[in-house]
């Protein structure tokens, strides 16, 4: 069965320090997709990356990173020099692929609230 | 821009009483799904649908159902309202088109309150 695990309900950090929030996941598929969303106090659930099993290199964007590791079925994400605005839910889902026509159903992990202290 | 429009942001209903929430996205998505968010439990899919007047069940789909009749407007009922249906509730969107599984594109979301 699918499943994603965030085991760390909440963090609260300093701004400026670096944060990693972890996200473990469960599959039988060899093909699948796994994503982050944001989640800021309004409401809006923002997307931020989509990765394939295919592609393990790891991405950067900005002070956002994310590491994808097929051998511990990770996919954490990285925060550098964090700040206020960077306060939100953050949630990491997977979807299995399908065939042409997919209908893309996220399995979502419960989420980790992050609050970035000024 | 994606846009994913949800007809409300704040909805009190009594017990009992049938509640529609609306959704309409103005991307030609082919998907729209239907999700609640509890405190602790993350979002659990609803409902969801991949074609005009295609219905498929999520993970929790008692006490709701849907409809769409338009590809752009996605409609959830609560068929009677009951207090456990207090929630958040989402509303996406995602395209089948471009390779692999597209993202999906989220409303601001509708907090329904069951009185």
């Given at each position: 069965?699918q499943k994603?695990t965030q ?7 300093v701004?400026k ?15 699948y997709y796994l ?7 309004s409401?809006?659930?923002v997307f ?10 790891n ?5 956002y990173?994310w590491?994808?590791?097929k051998?511990?079925?990770?996919f954490n994400?990285t925060?550098t020099?964090?700040?206020v605005?960077?306060s939100?839910?953050?949630?990491c889902?997977?979807s299995e ?12 992990g419960?989420?980790?609230l992050?609050?970035?202290?000024p | 821009?994606v846009k994913?429009?949800q007809?409300?942001r704040y909805?009190v209903?009594?017990t009992?009483?049938k509640v529609?929430?609306e959704?309409?996205q103005?991307m030609d998505?082919e ?5 609640r968010?509890?405190?602790?439990l993350g979002?659990?899919?609803?409902y969801f ?5 295609m219905?498929?069940k ?7 159902s849907?409809s769409?009749?338009k590809?752009?407007r ?7 309202a009951s207090?456990?249906?207090t929630?958040m ?6 395209t089948?088109r471009?390779?692999?599984n597209?993202p999906?594109?989220f ?7 069951i009185?």
């Amino acid at each position: 069965a699918q499943k994603v695990t965030q085991a760390q309900t909440e963090i609260s950090v300093v701004e400026k320090e670096d944060v990693t929030l972890d996200c473990v996941y469960e599959t039988r598929d060899t093909t699948y997709y796994l994503f982050w969303y944001k989640q800021p106090p309004s409401g809006e659930l923002v997307f931020l990356i989509r990765r394939n099993s295919f592609d393990e290199q790891n991405e950067i964007s900005g002070r956002y990173s994310w590491n994808f590791q097929k051998s511990t079925s990770s996919f954490n994400f990285t925060i550098t020099a964090s700040q206020v605005v960077d306060s939100a839910v953050y949630f990491c889902a997977l979807s299995e692929a399908g065939g042409g026509g997919a209908t893309n159903k996220l399995i979502f992990g419960t989420g980790t609230l992050l609050a970035v202290q000024p | 821009d994606v846009k994913v429009t949800q007809s409300s942001r704040y909805l009190v209903k009594r017990t009992g009483e049938k509640v529609f929430l609306e959704c309409v996205q103005d991307m030609d998505h082919e998907n729209m799904f239907w999700y609640r968010q509890d405190p602790g439990l993350g979002l659990r899919l609803i409902y969801f649908s991949y074609d005009v007047k295609m219905k498929e069940k999520g993970d929790i789909p008692e006490g709701y159902s849907v409809s769409r009749e338009k590809k752009e407007r996605f409609s959830l009922i609560l068929e009677s309202a009951s207090t456990n249906q207090t929630s958040m509730y989402l509303c996406a969107s995602s395209t089948v088109r471009g390779m692999g599984n597209q993202p999906q594109h989220f409303g601001d979301g509708t907090r329904l309150s069951i009185l």
